[in-house]
């Protein structure tokens, strides 16, 4: 009998290969939103019956360190936790209702279906995979179905678009499989154990004997994996590029998931071995959330295409991660620390649901008026007053109004991090403004003022893309004003983090 | 007596507070979903729902006021342990539960008749609905966070009701600008938030860490905690002052409210009147305690109101455009109810009780005010420039009797709501002043400077609209409103020349508000006890009077704003309705003064073409560049360096024998050379 997550993803490899035998639209897309349905029933099974072993503080564990090439130390080895779960949750919920967006799909409909679902497959493998091995090979695989969907279902410039966010952040990713591998070597000779197990080396890592090039370096190969995969300012530049060439599905699977493994990486790998890290790279780690915050509403001002703009409001959500991650492990009380710590967990969640919608309003109005430069919109509501709610709302979560996900997240991080970065969380904060800013000068362009007559006669919104993008919107309101179900789940494995010891004396102000 | 209403009588609605908020709610959603297939395609949940708050808000204060069942707060968890959603019944909610149920179920029935023909009612009635249902929200809540949350849930209807008429550019564009206002406000705001739950945290609370209660009864400890070097709650007050200077229109953050105007002038009553800008001074008043306890906090509170008081009344000077005129004439009454609470320093909670007093006199006859203009723009063809107006008494009487009862109101006439609110804040800004020095005049100068300049505005308004000859083929035959707009401005009428009378010169008010903070509140688990201002004043280095008076103050400054305020109203009637001066003397380009008030003192020039249009666009323009060139530069040139290395080595794979064979002995011998240069095997 295998457990739910296996079950998840051999849905999908089954899904994937049934659908790339299709030959319609039709057939591809029934396929694909049944296999994606199921395992977003699953997950969704998951999350109601989840219960911790109190021991692990893993759910839904299977196989064990080293079953599968046990001489090198490699095993399959599966299993959540309060982070892992909202994360699988949010990764079917995002490619199912993805696969239902894509409904009217007419170019090579098996493939594009296909690498839909193995995107689905690839991310679930990086959230839940227990083994560094594992857990390497599917982060390099998400590359691969996101690389064919920019550079076969995208825009102009999709070649360019799609070899540069395969090379950047497969540098990243080989940089990190170095620091992995020297985690690994140092592990072995100390303790005479080679293994890639994610908890064995995690657990051994702090009282690891190491040199400080080492230690540092180790540390400082991982992080660099993981801030350009979420992305951090100054490693951004392939994120807009990527979204601007890619098709609707692929961007909101990118920005909506494929950026979390980014973050989750934090969560996951960076955590535990903070007790054996330089208090330098906490003090880099919120310099780099800062730094995205800041940049991102004034880089978002500056662009023509509105996807784009989307795209650079996601690097200053993600910086909230960083952000909120950085001041959670600093010395301080452990409420306001543990306040932080969820937060940040809770904006991957939240930001994972927004961004769905936004990415989708930009679908939308390309679809409906083939451009999408805002300068040649303006007044869409007149033709699509179905679509002008969904994409105010869209807007108005992503720029942090009170009842949607968004604000939850944002106040937790702001409120549970001033205690320890008091200068960051005031710079924060009065950026707030300059995004609210792009998002309603975007949204006025687009929705309000008189209808450009140039687009010609556009239809409404189409039911696929409503009900879809109503769904989402719906998610992030009722998580709103009801965060408790996700909210708690993760408060729990932050409680976990921060009173297992992970504390560094840096920061932190006399209150 | 009547069983049912012995029944009623029973009821203790302080348990079903939280219905008012979640009422307009499902008001809101119902409107939005099926509005358009119901009752005139749209209003009947809206005014509904209203009404049932208006029911239960109504209850409440019969709850507390007549049968003295006490103040009462209950709260849920939310999503952490210490954040909570709470709702708090207490003579300061109620004063405004009842103020907004009454005006915005008024303004919905008008509504009916205003927007009758507009082919989106629904989804008007449906964002009125959340207008209202969020300032509820705000009013009750019983914690920081709950009322940020409705704060902005308020913004976002403003926002959206300004642009109503999407359509109109003008009309997006004063959206965008009333959030962005607001929006500099609020994250300074959410920002003081932070920083006292930070301290709560600190000081070991764990439970309801930022709700108002449990913030008031730890002020002592909190008093010794510093943030950047400075008090904490002095820094916390200032962030909370600028999200009221945003919300409430203060200056410099006011800018948004005359443009505000572009939407529904139902919007505007509302905005002005019930649902959004009387959010600050209720913020204020709300946190009050903590503002008299952090030094020098009420000061600038005071200062700033007084500034905008006079400020804004010198613009609606010169301004021509009648829903403008009223607008301009809210902000400087905002800056009045702002002023006294800053001079709460010493006269301690009657300070809330004379601003709420003020907001809720002034709730009636603004309220009125624009309801009667809307009346005129509808029976007008939407002629909003006074100029174009004149002698309309005659065609829309209601109207114009009704805007002259509010006009009456806004200048303090006396025995009109407005005198006795008014006035009074006038003489204690005096016993303000009598002890603070030289400097303290100055609120208590500005507010009754403020005095004159009102009257005169507000009555050249009505004598250039009303009286005189039409000067606009619009103007001469304009109809008069229905009676579902004639009725509200009745009632308001009613209420903006009465409310005085009603409540014995504001004093049953006055008591029952000075109850609040002072008295204990019950909650499910226990209670928490009225705490003592005058020992909290202290902590902020302020000295209240015994009993909030002071000793003796002249008859002559009492009567002053009287006299001043008759002075005004010669002016205007001697300029504008017997015509005695020629005023284009003075209105003309040439005027410098004229000019600095025509052009509102270069605000909106220094914000929007300097600020927005050039700084930021400049700042962002090198931003792309910084982006495009410098950051990805960086990346391409590597990818350059790559590929032209590998161009360069591809090369070298000549494919001939001999070549490899060289490059193979020479690189041997390098590393052969390396090894022992390097002391190596």
């Known amino acids: 009998m295998i457990g739910p997550i296996s079950a998840i993803m051999l849905t999908l490899v089954v899904g994937a290969i049934i659908t790339l035998l299709t030959n319609s639209t039709a057939q591809a897309r029934a396929v694909a939103i049944v296999s994606s349905f199921i395992a977003l029933a699953i997950s969704i099974w998951m999350f109601l019956t989840y219960e911790l072993n109190p021991v692990t503080h893993l759910a839904f564990e299977e196989g064990s360190a080293n079953n599968w090439i046990s001489s090198i130390g490699i095993g399959y080895h599966v299993g959540v936790d309060g982070i892992g779960l909202p994360m699988v949750l949010l990764a079917t919920i995002v490619c199912a209702l993805g696969t239902v967006y894509s409904w009217s799909e007419s170019k090579r409909p098996n493939q594009f279906f296909a690498l839909v679902l193995l995107m689905d497959l690839t991310l679930i493998g990086v959230f839940v995979s227990l083994d560094f091995f594992m857990f390497y090979v599917f982060w390099e695989l998400t590359l691969l179905p996101m690389f064919f969907l920019i550079g076969v279902w995208g825009g102009p410039r999709k070649d360019y678009s799609a070899i540069k966010f395969l090379i950047y952040t497969h540098i990243a990713s080989v940089i990190m499989m170095l620091g992995i591998f020297a985690m690994y070597y140092y592990n072995g000779i100390n303790t005479g154990v080679y293994t890639f197990d994610m908890m064995t080396l995690l657990h051994s890592y702090p009282t690891l004997p190491i040199s400080s090039f080492w230690k540092n370096f180790i540390f400082g190969a991982l992080m660099f994996g993981f801030i350009v995969k979420m992305p951090s300012v100054p490693f951004h530049t392939w994120l807009p590029d990527a979204h601007v060439e890619a098709p609707t599905v692929g961007s909101i699977i990118l920005a909506g998931v494929l950026l979390k493994m980014g973050g989750y990486g934090l969560f996951r790998v960076l955590l535990p071995m903070i007790p054996n890290a330089s208090p330098y790279f906490i003090y880099a780690l919120a310099l780099f959330g800062l730094v995205s915050i800041i940049y991102s509403p004034f880089a978002a001002l500056a662009q023509k295409d509105i996807k784009k703009l989307v795209a650079f409001s996601s690097i200053g959500h993600m910086g909230f991660i960083s952000l909120g991650v950085a001041a959670s492990v600093a010395a301080g009380l452990e409420g306001p620390r543990i306040l932080a710590h969820t937060g940040a967990m809770f904006q991957m969640f939240s930001h994972g649901i927004i961004t769905a919608v936004l990415f989708g309003s930009c679908g939308v109005i390309e679809h409906h008026t083939h451009t999408r430069i805002i300068d040649d919109l303006g007044g869409l509501t007149k033709k699509m007053p179905k679509f002008a709610i969904l994409m105010v709302a869209g807007f108005f979560a992503s720029l942090g109004l009170p009842l949607c996900s968004g604000f939850v997240a944002e106040f937790s991080i702001l409120g549970g991090s001033f205690q320890t970065l008091p200068i960051f969380v005031a710079l924060a904060a009065v950026t707030i403004p300059f995004t609210a800013g792009y998002h309603l000068w975007a949204v006025q362009r687009t929705l309000w003022g008189p209808y450009n007559e140039y687009l010609g006669d556009i239809k409404e919104i189409k039911w696929y893309e409503f009900a879809t993008l109503a769904i989402w919107t719906i998610l992030f309101i009722v998580l709103g004003i009801y965060p408790q179900p996700i909210f708690n789940m993760m408060q729990d494995t932050a409680t976990y983090f921060i009173t297992s010891g992970n504390i560094l004396p840096i920061g932190g102000i006399p209150i | ?681």
């Open chain 2, 1 to 681: 007596m009547d069983p049912t209403l012995t029944a009623i009588t029973t009821i203790d609605f302080r348990m079903y507070a939280h219905w008012i908020v979640l009422l307009p709610m499902i008001g809101f959603l119902l409107e939005l979903l099926i509005g358009q297939y119901t009752w005139r395609k749209g209003g009947m949940f809206a005014n509904l729902s209203i009404f049932g708050s208006m029911v239960i808000s109504y209850g409440c204060l019969y709850n507390v006021y007549v049968q003295h069942l006490g103040f009462w707060e209950y709260s849920w968890d939310w999503f952490y342990p210490g954040i909570v959603a709470g709702f708090t019944v207490d003579p300061l909610s109620l004063a405004m539960l009842c103020m907004v149920s009454f005006i915005s179920f008024l303004i919905h029935i008008y509504a009916i008749g205003y927007m009758g023909h507009d082919c989106a009612k629904h989804v008007y009635f449906a964002e009125t609905a959340l207008f209202t249902g969020s300032m509820f929200g705000l009013v009750l809540a019983n914690n920081l966070l709950q009322l940020f949350i409705f704060w902005e849930m308020v913004g976002l209807c403003s926002y959206l009701l300004i642009g109503f008429w999407w359509h109109k550019p003008e009309a997006a564009a004063a959206g965008k600008k009333a959030w962005m206002s607001c929006a500099v406000g609020d994250c300074l705001f959410l920002l003081g938030i932070a920083i006292m739950y930070t301290i709560m945290a600190k000081h070991g609370v764990t439970t309801e860490v930022i709700s108002f209660n449990q913030i008031f009864q730890h002020l002592e400890v909190l008093s010794s905690s510093v943030v950047f070097g400075i008090p904490a709650l002095t820094i916390i007050c200032i962030l909370f002052m600028c999200g009221v200077l945003g919300k409430s229109a203060g200056f410099p953050l006011h800018v948004w409210i005359p443009d505000a105007m572009e939407g529904p002038t139902t919007v505007s009553a509302l905005i002005h009147a019930a649902t959004m800008v009387t959010a600050g001074v209720y913020l204020i008043a709300r946190a009050f305690p903590i503002f008299l306890a952090a030094p020098h906090a009420l000061a600038v509170v005071g200062f700033f109101g007084a500034f905008t008081a006079l400020y804004a009344s010198t613009l609606g000077l010169v301004v021509n455009d009648l829903k403008r005129i009223f607008a301009y004439s809210t902000i400087s009454q905002l800056g009045y109810m702002i002023t006294i609470l800053g001079c709460g320093a010493v006269i301690g909670v009657a300070a809330v009780a004379l601003a709420l007093f003020h907001l809720v006199a002034h709730a009636f006859f603004k309220a009125l005010l624009f309801l009667t203009s809307g009346s005129v723009l509808h029976g007008t063809s939407n002629t909003r420039d006074i100029k174009e107006m004149g002698g309309l008494l005659k065609g829309m009487p209601w109207t114009g009797w009704t805007m002259l009862a509010g006009a009456l109101a806004l200048i303090a006439f006396p025995f009109t709501a407005g005198y006795y609110s008014k006035d009074r804040i006038i003489e204690e800004a005096y016993v303000y002043a009598t002890g603070h020095g030289s400097l303290g005049y100055l609120p208590w100068l500005f507010l009754v400077l403020g005095v004159i300049l009102t009257a005169t505005y507000t009555f050249r308004a009505w004598y250039l609209a009303m009286t005189g000859e039409p000067r606009s083929y619009l103007a001469v035959h304009p109809h008069e409103c229905d009676w579902w707009m004639r009725t509200p401005l009745v009632i308001l009428a009613i209420f903006a020349l009465g409310l005085g009378l009603f409540t014995k010169g504001g004093t049953l008010f006055w008591h029952f508000l000075e109850e609040t903070f002072v008295t204990a509140t019950n909650t499910v688990s226990g209670i928490y006890p009225g705490i003592d201002l005058h020992e909290i004043a202290t902590l902020g280095g302020n000295h209240l009077l015994e009993h909030g008076h002071a000793a003796e103050i002249s008859p002559a400054v009492i009567y002053l704003p009287f006299f001043l305020m008759v002075a005004g109203l010669a002016i205007a009637t001697g300029a504008y309705y017997r015509n005695r001066v020629d005023m284009s003397k003075y209105i003309k380009k040439e005027n410098p003064l004229y000019q600095l008030l025509w052009n509102k003192y270069y605000m909106d020039y220094l914000f929007k073409d300097i600020l927005a249009e050039k700084i930021i666009m400049t700042v962002f323009t090198f931003w792309d560049v910084l982006d495009r060139y410098v950051i990805d530069g960086v990346v391409n040139l590597m990818s350059w360096i790559t590929i032209s290395t590998g161009q360069v080595s591809r090369k070298i794979q000549t494919g001939v024998v001999q070549n490899y064979a060289t490059a193979v002995i020479f690189g041997v011998s390098l590393l052969v050379i390396l090894v022992k240069l390097l002391g190596g095997v």
